[in-house]
Every structure is written in structure tokens, then in C-alpha cells.
């Protein structure tokens, strides 16, 4: 079939109206798309901050589809989040939406992602473009569908299979598996990013994918060229949506990174995804969710949050039997270090465990600023040995014993001799938190329990009278 795509003149006097169609028709399969004669769109007959309105897509549009609109700026991509009898509403993917009454807009379909071995080691936007100066990205052939159903629940591979993280606190007290969804909680400045990036150079995996929503722009170099470093991102996906860019743009990056994730488990990698922070990414839903006109139902929260927010986390897991997994660490921002928050207890239902980050440790200089006894892995047994277990259960016991009778102690109301179990707890648990202190400079960790036996043992021999 000929590429050909010079004009074809048709002569309507020489011409019967039979022939006409056929030579209409040949025009068309000439150039064998649609897409390049017919373009089916609308007008925009609404502007807000926000959003626009467009008239004459409403039968053909479908949620999510992306559109793209011809402004005085140039062509502008946005997507429908809204479907009425007589238009759609279209959340801009730019900053604003640079739209005027009477622009066209063209529908183009669902976002397609294609993601490809080759993108490890770049970074890329929530629409998959490039953003670190390097070259084209390479694309499967595959078409790319959007990820609507998760893996069936009976199809699923199991989780039980432990991994060592390097991070002494969370692999003694909540250990990790393959697979598992863990979710960090913890307020604005307590060390979040830091321990995630402890997190994302475990060596267990084959590809992370680092997911930065609404992060600080200055920060983004910085996270991914430092506190990760070289090495880890060779192997490492990012895709980054500061906090300036539009709600769109958080709202997507997730899904972007979700995909990217699937692709690498499909092809049988062991994926960690790491999302910062999953309460951004709910904060954008919130935002487009109210240009629409959803009502809000808990703290500003319309209830397609809570709805979104499953749909995207029980993405990641296990995969099918013979594929790999996605180990998911998702970060919660605590506003305002409510951990009763709507979307922290929302989050904290879905995911397998949670991390809780807490501001008067950190203010004690112990980092990482792990509350052990506030912290859970559900799938802990599955990690530890039954010495193990027993150990940590002693550990928690005796750090709960030296929080509790803290305000008694610093009054001098403590007398040593009268309570073996609180001796020791005095004595030990100084020493359990210096061994739980560990920095980025400091490197992964390939026994944590060993660590901890070495450093109470040297402790003791340094002081014999203890």
C-alpha cells in the first residue's frame, strides 16, 4: 500500500457521484489513519483556574481519556475527568489552563505508558517524557492499556518470602517480604525521604521505582543524586511531579510509576516502589475531585479518594504465579501529626504494616526516628525465626517498661534493686537505641541481629561493673 500523502485532486463535473465515493474512499486507505483526515472534537465553552469545559465530545469522551487543545501557547494535552450530556469537563496536565472560548479540542484516547528495560536509570514526568536531558526514550511495541483491575485475588502468588533492608530498626522490629505493602507515617521534617532512601538501596531488588509527588523541586536532584546515589539509581526509575506542577500532574505520576512497576514485575524482576507521599497524591485527587463539583465528606476529602486510593495500592503485590512482585513503601504525610487523619487511616487499612516515624525521637537526635513499639509488620512471623520472635517480644516488653516509668525516673522517684524487670530495662535500653541508630553514611546492615549482639556485648566488656 503507497505512503503516498500528496493531495489527490477530484474533478466533481467529470465525476459521477459513485466514483467520487471511491475515490474518496482510495484517498483514505492511502493514507491509512483516520486520524490524519477526520479529527472528531469540540470547543471550549468554559474557563476556570482549574478546569475548562468543552462542548461536542460528550458521546465519544470516556473518563481518563486524554485530550489535546490547540491554544495560542501552542498544543496543551489535558485529561476528562468529567462527563455531562452537553460537555465534558478537561483538568489541564499544565500549570494553568491557558484555554479561551471557542478553542478546539481533540480527543485522543488513553494515556499509553509503554514502558521499557531501558528506562532504568532516567527520570521521567507523570506523562512519561524525559525530564533529565538524556536521550529519547525507547518504548515497547506492546500497546499500553490502562492498569484498571489488579492481579485476582486467587491467582496471586503468596508473600513469605524475607528480605533484608539494611536498616537495623526496621529489619529487627518489622521486617519486610517480597511483595509486602509497608507504609511510613510520619510528619513534615521528622526524616522521611532519608530513611526511604536507606530503603531504596537495598540490594534484594533488581529495579526501584521512586515515585516523588509534590516534592519540594530544589530536592529532587538532591534526593536522587545523593541521598540515593550513583549506584542505586543505575537500577532506579524515577518519576517526579513537584509541588508546583497541576493537580493533574500529581494525580498521574503514581499511575506512571504503578506501570512502570507492573512492566518490570511482568517481565519477573523483584520491583521495589517507593511513593513519596501517597497524602499529595490524595491531595490532587481532592483537588480535581472538587473542580467537579464532588461534594466533600471527611475534612475536605470527597469520597472518590477513598475509593482512588485502594484502586491504586492493591496494584502492587505479588504477581501472577511466574512473574515477580512489587514491594511497595509508600510514605504518609501526617498533617499536622494526626495520625488519625482521614488518609492516614485510610492508607493504614489497605497497606500490610506501617513505620511510624516519631518527632520527640527525632528531637533526641536517634535516627532513624522509628518508634518500635507504635511500628507493625503484619507479615512478621513470616520473617522472623522463633528466637527471633521471642527476642523482639523481649525487646518491645523492656522498651515499653523504660518509656513508661520515664517521667518517674527524671523525678528521682526511681530506686534501683526494687523491680529486676525495670533494672534491666534501664540498663539495656540506652544500649538498644545507640545500636538502633544508623545514618546513610553508615551503609546497609547484612545482620541486623548480629549487630545488635556485638554492640550490647562490647558495651558490657567496655563496662564491667554494669
Known amino acids: 500500500m503507497s505512503t503516498d500523502r500528496s493531495l489527490i485532486r477530484i474533478n466533481e463535473r467529470d465525476a459521477r457521484p459513485a466514483s467520487r465515493l471511491a475515490v474518496l474512499e482510495h484517498v483514505w486507505r492511502r493514507f491509512g489513519d483516520d486520524e490524519a483526515i477526520l479529527k472528531r472534537g469540540g470547543l471550549v465553552a468554559e474557563v476556570s483556574a482549574t478546569h ?15 485530550v489535546e487543545h490547540r491554544s495560542r501557547s501552542g498544543n496543551r494535552r489535558g485529561e476528562v475527568v468529567h462527563i455531562g450530556r ?23 484516547g488513553p494515556l499509553a505508558v509503554s514502558p521499557h528495560t531501558s528506562w532504568r536509570g532516567r527520570s521521567i514526568d507523570a506523562l512519561a517524557r524525559v525530564i533529565d536531558g538524556g536521550p529519547p526514550l525507547l518504548r515497547t511495541a506492546e500497546i499500553d492499556l490502562p492498569h484498571d483491575a489488579t492481579p485476582g485475588a486467587l491467582a496471586r502468588q503468596r508473600v513469605g518470602t524475607p528480605f533484608i533492608t539494611g536498616v ?9 517480604c517480597f511483595g509486602q505493602r509497608m507504609g511510613v507515617f510520619a510528619g513534615s521534617g521528622v526524616g522521611k525521604s532519608t530513611l526511604l532512601a536507606m530503603l531504596a538501596a537495598a540490594g534484594a531488588f533488581d529495579t526501584v521505582v521512586v515515585a516523588l509527588v509534590g516534592e519540594r ?11 540515593i546515589g550513583a549506584a542505586a539509581m543505575a537500577k532506579t526509575v524515577a518519576v517526579v511531579a513537584t509541588s508546583d506542577e497541576s493537580a493533574m500532574m500529581r494525580r498521574r505520576a503514581p499511575d506512571t510509576a504503578m506501570r512502570v512497576a507492573e ?3 511482568d517481565q519477573g524482576h523483584r520491583v521495589l516502589l517507593v511513593l513519596d507521599s501517597i497524602t499529595r497524591f490524595a491531595h490532587a485527587l481532592r483537588e480535581v475531585a472538587t473542580g467537579t463539583g464532588e461534594p466533600p465528606v471527611a475534612r475536605g476529602y470527597p469520597a472518590s479518594v477513598f475509593t482512588d486510593l485502594p484502586k491504586l495500592l492493591e496494584r ?10 512489587i514491594t511497595a513503601i509508600i510514605s504518609v504525610l501526617v498533617d499536622g501529626d494526626d495520625h488519625n487523619d482521614p488518609v492516614a487511616d485510610s492508607v493504614r487499612g489497605i497497606l500490610d504494616g506501617h513505620v511510624v516515624l516519631d518527632r520527640s525521637i527525632a528531637e533526641q537526635g536517634r535516627y532513624p526516628p522509628v518508634n518500635p513499639l507504635a511500628s507493625i509488620s503484619r507479615l512478621a512471623s513470616k520473617a522472623w525465626t522463633p528466637e527471633q ?6 525487646l518491645k516488653s523492656m522498651i515499653s517498661r523504660f518509656e513508661d516509668t520515664r517521667d518517674i ?41 548480629s549487630d545488635l549482639a556485638h554492640h550490647l556485648r562490647g558495651r558490657h566488656n567496655a563496662d564491667p561493673t554494669d
Open 389 to 394: 520472635q521471642t527476642l523482639v517480644t523481649r
Open 168 to 176: 537495623r530498626v526496621i529489619d529487627i522490629f518489622t521486617p519486610l
Open 316 to 325: 502492587a503485590g505479588p504477581g501472577l504465579e511466574g512473574s515477580g512482585s
Open 217 to 227: 523541586g530544589r530536592e529532587v536532584r538532591e534526593f536522587l543524586e545523593d541521598t
Open 86 to 108: 452537553d460537555d465534558v469537563v478537561v483538568a489541564p496536565f499544565e500549570r494553568s489552563p491557558d484555554a479561551g472560548i471557542g478553542d478546539t479540542v481533540f480527543r485522543r
Open 52 to 66: 475548562y469545559k468543552v462542548r461536542g465530545l460528550s458521546d465519544t469522551a470516556r473518563l481518563g481519556d486524554i
Open 409 to 449: 525516673r527524671l523525678l528521682g522517684a526511681y530506686q534501683g534493686g526494687a523491680d529486676p524487670e525495670l533494672d534491666m530495662a534501664v540498663r539495656q535500653v540506652p544500649l538498644i537505641y545507640e545500636a538502633l541508630t544508623q545514618s546513610p553514611k553508615d551503609g546497609p546492615s547484612p545482620d541486623p541481629f
Open 263 to 265: 512492566y518490570f514485575r
